[in-house]
């Protein structure tokens, strides 16, 4: 699949099919957000892939997916035949940071372990879609206990969870009824 045409057909899918994902196909968009881009060549990014049953379904629990179904919409993380759980190790960065050829107060600027996650994620995204399969992303601010449940330790960021699976029809986000907004590129100048 070309560049274009994987960037055009990207979107947030929150229902799947309980068809099954081929292993290989999601050790590949697991490698695409390893190789992504990584300041200083810290390595930062890790992924802990969940494709057990029951580990799915508390993990939907755990990010209060029962809310989510009472707000009048479907289920959507219990749905996913496997999660792909986005961590950030801030304290790799501030080592390698640390180091003669890197200045470590760049760091209170720009947190390269954001940064690094952001791209991770755009890569498994479009992984994804190369695939043939579909994907979500559930923020980890509205999975805070997801990390205990996973044996994630406390000093690692959970930046958030990848659902991935073949898409079930699904509602269109009311988000998209805003539109494009216009002015965002500049030439130049602002």
Same mark, same amino acid.
Request: hydrophobic share 45%; aromatic share 6%; proline share 6%.
């Given at each position: 699949?070309?560049?274009?045409?994987?960037?055009?057909?990207?979107?947030?899918?929150?229902?799947?099919?309980?068809? *099954?994902?081929?292993?290989?196909?999601?050790?590949?968009? %697991?490698?695409?957000?390893?190789?992504? *881009?990584?300041?200083?060549?810290?390595?930062?990014?890790?992924? %802990?892939?969940?494709?057990? *049953?029951?580990?799915?379904?508390?993990?939907?629990?755990?990010?209060?997916?029962?809310?989510?179904?009472?707000?009048?919409?479907?289920?959507?993380?219990?749905?996913?035949?496997?999660?792909?759980?986005?961590?950030?190790? &801030?304290?790799?960065?501030?080592?390698?940071?640390?180091?003669?050829?890197?200045?470590?107060?760049?760091?209170?600027?720009?947190?390269?372990?954001?940064?690094?996650?952001?791209?991770?994620?755009?890569?498994?995204?479009?992984?994804?879609?190369?695939?043939?399969?579909?994907?979500?992303?559930?923020?980890?601010?509205?999975?805070?206990?997801?990390?205990?449940?996973?044996?994630?330790?406390?000093?690692?960021?959970?930046?958030?969870? %990848?659902?991935?699976?073949?898409? &079930? *029809?699904?509602?269109?986000?009311?988000?998209?009824?805003?539109?494009?907004?216009?002015?965002?590129?500049?030439?130049?100048?602002?």
């Amino acid at each position: 699949m070309e560049f274009a045409e994987a960037l055009r057909r990207r979107r947030m899918v929150r229902r799947y099919t309980a068809e *099954p994902i081929a292993p290989d196909a999601l050790d590949r968009i %697991v490698t695409a957000g390893l190789s992504a *881009p990584s300041a200083g060549f810290a390595q930062g990014v890790s992924i %802990v892939t969940i494709t057990q *049953p029951t580990r799915i379904t508390e993990i939907a629990a755990a990010c209060e997916e029962a809310a989510w179904v009472q707000r009048g919409f479907e289920p959507w993380l219990s749905t996913a035949p496997a999660h792909l759980v986005i961590c950030l190790e &801030a304290e790799v960065y501030r080592t390698r940071y640390a180091a003669t050829d890197k200045d470590p107060e760049v760091l209170a600027t720009i947190p390269w372990w954001w940064v690094d996650g952001g791209a991770a994620l755009m890569a498994m995204l479009l992984a994804t879609v190369a695939e043939g399969l579909a994907a979500g992303f559930q923020g980890g601010h509205r999975c805070a206990s997801v990390a205990a449940l996973l044996g994630i330790p406390d000093d690692v960021i959970l930046l958030g969870i %990848v659902t991935v699976g073949h898409p &079930a *029809p699904d509602r269109r986000s009311s988000s998209l009824d805003r539109g494009v907004r216009t002015g965002r590129v500049h030439r130049e100048t602002w």
